[in-house]
């Protein structure tokens, strides 16, 4: 064995000096970080929201769906005459604001959503969670189990934390009372209300075959592609009286599709988990085509509270009789499993106690908590306060909520204010842009990063493209060509509401824009769902689950029982919205683009 040149071995031995002084500096950079995020800490001294005046009385209203915990709190707040109906969905602040202003005096009910707005200031208002103020004489909040949501939970929480109310009623599934409990734990009195089902819930002892689904059925799906793939199975025995309901549909045409359906033109209704959200409408039977989602990370099979928050929607008190649910079957792919099915009916008839997931309410920052002085100090701002709060809450009934996002999206902002724009880059614009409630997960990002720009230019006189804000209203094209165009004519509101006069638009010119797109989907639908045909593999025409574009065989590696993958798009679906979409086109005298209203 030869020993290593001389030259060699100097050359290691120094790099080895390298290596273990790089070490110390980044072992000392890191105890410097860290005694500065403790100085900071202890400097700043951040502490847990707490508002000044507590409840006098909070009434919890807990049970399972179809209990009445709605609309005894709705009548509460009628009697009462003043205050807040909160929920996660604004389909649900539609619903308690049509059922309020049917019995109140013109005028007194107003709504206030992401998207619409009606006489916001009346004494009684109905909103989504995070439009709803900080204070007033009775707070009503629906779906309060979403405190434990991991995207959109910090809203529920701060509300419940910091909202000064004289007295609150907080509905919610009985699993989640210990989730809550210790956000109102200031208040003067609390009282439990334990609500038991109205109407009976039975479980179909076979599976149903599409031609014998019956009229009042809701049928769930968890994917698009699936809610189409579904609904044209369906349509073959019920030609016409086929509806679809999905959250990519806009707010105007997912309400008209549910008014059909409640009028009895449409029949069946093919829906996603969106109707689980306390969406009331006169269904007797709830069916299951899959009992498989994809959460955004994986799919899995459905928990039992997911699945009673659906089937629960199966015999409305007051719309129908009983309720029945059961599995759907003879859609090629689609293999629902009986037994998760039977676990989620036990926990909507209240027999059994449902999985929820035992998250902590989620404390998230507001710009006052950061000690922040310009915006570039705002991705060490939110690390440091990210530090302090998961160890202030670590004996606390909640957890620090992770601001990643915020951080990214700040760090995104700040080379754009390093020009011509940083005079409009001051700290309150950086964090009101931050916080813009507009999708960030990818392929969206960018279309937050644009609208940003674009209200940093207009404050600073720079010109702004109007169709950089708010895109034309698609010349024909398919459904989904006018559901893109509408989410981003609702990003344009979110921007508008809060930066007017961007690009010379308001957030009506928005609005106006999505409903265009809404009425346009509107008389695609039917054309749309006709012209679907069942998924099949695009190289051996084999029945798949419409999800998939090849099956199994085919898609092996060569030399394992098939060809290689195929990489195309499923046919039928896109091409389905195109040929509607020229029907529509030839409806209305040909393609036409986005006019202003004269």
Same mark, same amino acid.
């Given at each position: 064995?030869?020993?290593?040149?001389?030259?060699?071995?100097? #050359?290691?031995?120094? !790099?080895? @000096?390298?290596? *273990?002084?790089?070490?110390?500096?980044? /072992?000392?950079?890191?105890? &410097? %970080?860290? #005694?500065?995020?403790? !100085?900071? @800490?202890?400097? *700043?001294?951040?502490?847990?929201?707490? /508002?000044?005046?507590?409840? &006098? %009385?909070?009434?919890?209203?807990?049970?399972?769906?179809?209990?009445?915990?709605?609309?005894?709190?709705?009548?509460?707040?009628?009697?009462?005459?003043?205050?807040?109906?909160?929920?996660?969905?604004?389909?649900?602040?539609?619903?308690?604001?049509?059922?309020?202003?049917?019995?109140?005096?013109?005028?007194?009910?107003?709504?206030?959503?992401?998207?619409?707005?009606?006489?916001?200031?009346?004494?009684?208002?109905?909103?989504?969670?995070?439009?709803?103020?900080?204070?007033?004489?009775?707070?009503?909040?629906?779906?309060?189990?979403?405190?434990?949501?991991?995207?959109?939970?910090?809203?529920?929480?701060?509300?419940?934390?910091?909202?000064?109310?004289?007295?609150?009623?907080?509905?919610?599934?009985?699993?989640?009372?210990?989730?809550?409990?210790?956000?109102?734990?200031?208040?003067?009195?609390?009282?439990?209300?334990?609500?038991?089902?109205?109407?009976?819930?039975?479980?179909?002892?076979?599976?149903?075959?599409?031609?014998?689904?019956?009229?009042?059925?809701?049928v769930v799906a968890f994917s698009r592609k699936t809610v189409y793939a579904v609904a044209a199975e369906l349509n073959r025995h019920r030609p016409g009286k086929v509806g679809v309901l999905y959250g990519a549909l806009p707010p105007a045409t997912r309400r008209e599709v549910i008014e059909r359906f409640t009028a009895g033109e449409t029949e069946v209704l093919v829906t996603t988990d969106v109707i689980g959200h306390g969406i009331n409408v006169p269904a007797t039977t709830v069916l299951f085509a899959e009992t498989t989602k994809f959460d955004g990370q994986r799919v899995r099979p459905l928990r039992s509270w997911e699945t009673a928050q659906i089937a629960g929607r199966a015999g409305r008190y007051g719309l129908t009789g009983h309720g029945r649910v059961g599995v759907l079957t003879?859609?090629?792919?689609?293999?629902?499993?009986?037994?998760?099915?039977?676990?989620?009916?036990?926990?909507?008839?209240?027999?059994?106690?449902?999985?929820?997931?035992?998250?902590?309410?989620?404390?998230?920052?507001?710009?006052?908590?950061?000690?922040?002085?310009?915006?570039?100090?705002?991705?060490?701002?939110?690390?440091?306060?990210?530090?302090?709060?998961?160890?202030?809450?670590?004996?606390?009934?909640?957890?620090?909520?992770?601001?990643?996002?915020?951080?990214?999206?700040?760090?995104?902002?700040?080379?754009?204010?390093?020009?011509?724009?940083?005079?409009?880059?001051?700290?309150?614009?950086?964090?009101?842009?931050?916080?813009?409630?507009?999708?960030?997960?990818?392929?969206?990002?960018?279309?937050?990063?644009?609208?940003?720009?674009?209200?940093?230019?207009?404050?600073?006189?720079?010109?702004?493209?109007?169709?950089?804000?708010?895109?034309?209203?698609?010349?024909?094209?398919?459904?989904?060509?006018?559901?893109?165009?509408?989410?981003?004519?609702?990003?344009?509101?979110?921007?508008?509401?809060?930066?007017?006069?961007?690009?010379?638009?308001?957030?009506?010119?928005?609005?106006?824009?999505?409903?265009?797109?809404?009425?346009?989907?509107?008389?695609?639908?039917?054309?749309?769902?006709?012209?679907?045909?069942?998924?099949?593999?695009?190289?051996?025409?084999?029945?798949?689950?419409?999800?998939?574009?090849?099956?199994?065989?085919?898609?092996?590696?060569?030399?394992?029982?098939?060809?290689?993958?195929?990489?195309?798009?499923?046919?039928?679906?896109?091409?389905?919205?195109?040929?509607?979409?020229?029907?529509?086109?030839?409806?209305?005298?040909?393609?036409?683009?986005?006019?202003?209203?004269?």
């Open positions: 064995m030869t020993s290593p040149r001389p030259d060699t071995a100097r #050359r290691r031995e120094r !790099s080895a @000096v390298r290596s *273990a002084t790089a070490r110390d500096t980044d /072992r000392s950079a890191a105890r &410097a %970080e860290k #005694r500065a995020q403790q !100085s900071w @800490v202890e400097g *700043a001294a951040p502490t847990l929201p707490v /508002r000044a005046t507590p409840p &006098a %009385e909070v009434v919890f209203h807990l049970g399972p769906t179809n209990s009445g915990k709605t609309y005894e709190s709705l009548q509460a707040l009628a009697a009462t005459g003043s205050g807040v109906y909160a929920a996660p969905l604004r389909q649900l602040a539609h619903e308690a604001y049509e059922k309020l202003s049917a019995q109140l005096p013109s005028g007194t009910v107003g709504l206030s959503t992401g998207e619409e707005e009606i006489d916001p200031s009346a004494p009684i208002v109905c909103c989504t969670v995070e439009k709803a103020p900080m204070r007033g004489e009775l707070l009503v909040l629906d779906e309060s189990h979403w405190v434990a949501d991991p995207d959109r939970g910090h809203h529920w929480a701060r509300l419940l934390l910091t909202g000064e109310y004289r007295e609150m009623h907080l509905i919610s599934a009985a699993e989640a009372h210990p989730l809550l409990e210790p956000l109102v734990s200031d208040a003067g009195r609390v009282t439990v209300v334990d609500h038991r089902r109205l109407s009976r819930l039975d479980v179909l002892r076979a599976p149903v075959q599409p031609a014998d689904v019956r009229p009042q059925t809701l003879g859609v090629a792919g689609l293999r629902p499993d009986p037994g998760l099915l039977a676990a989620g009916a036990a926990v909507a008839r209240g027999d059994a106690v449902s999985d929820l997931p035992k998250r902590a309410p989620r404390l998230r920052p507001e710009l006052a908590d950061l000690g922040a002085f310009e915006a570039v100090d705002l991705p060490e701002a939110l690390t440091r306060w990210m530090a302090w709060a998961q160890a202030a809450t670590r004996d606390e009934a909640m957890t620090a909520d992770d601001v990643t996002t915020l951080v990214l999206r700040v760090r995104a902002l700040l080379p754009l204010l390093r020009g011509s724009l940083g005079a409009a880059g001051d700290l309150e614009t950086v964090w009101r842009l931050v916080e813009l409630a507009i999708d960030y997960d990818p392929p969206r990002r960018t279309r937050w990063l644009t609208l940003a720009e674009a209200a940093l230019r207009s404050a600073v006189g720079l010109p702004v493209r109007p169709e950089t804000v708010l895109p034309d209203v698609p010349r024909g094209g398919s459904v989904e060509d006018f559901e893109q165009a509408a989410a981003a004519a609702r990003d344009a509101q979110t921007l508008l509401r809060r930066f007017p006069g961007v690009a010379g638009l308001t957030s009506d010119d928005a609005a106006w824009v999505e409903e265009e797109c809404a009425e346009s989907i509107s008389i695609l639908l039917p054309g749309a769902i006709s012209l679907v045909r069942s998924a099949r593999c695009v190289q051996c025409g084999t029945a798949i689950a419409p999800r998939f574009t090849t099956c199994r065989p085919c898609s092996a590696p060569v030399g394992r029982g098939g060809g290689e993958r195929d990489r195309r798009p499923a046919g039928g679906h896109r091409t389905a919205g195109r040929a509607a979409g020229r029907e529509l086109g030839a409806r209305r005298g040909g393609p036409r683009g986005r006019a202003r209203r004269g």
